[in-house]
């Protein structure tokens, strides 16, 4: 995981409710969003589409339904 700065995967498990799975899936579902043409909700996106869905979820931003 390339983010700009380290962060631990407590602050992402958070958003999937503590289950890595979950967290794994909903990262791989919003990369492949935004490969696919989705509109990346961050102010200062990255190039990579796995580190924006990360970006986004650590920003609260995606969350497990």
Do not use: F, W
Not at 27 to 51: H, N, T, V, Y
Request: aromatic content about 2%; some cysteine; charged content about 30%.
């Amino acid at each position: 995981m390339l983010l700009e700065e380290h962060v631990p995967v407590e602050h992402l498990l958070r958003a999937s409710k503590g289950s890595v799975y979950k967290l794994t899936i909903l990262a791989a579902k919003r990369a492949l969003q935004i490969a696919d043409g989705d509109k990346i909700l961050l102010d200062k996106p990255s190039e990579k589409c796995l580190d924006n869905a990360l970006r986004e979820i650590l920003a609260g931003k995606i969350k497990v339904k």
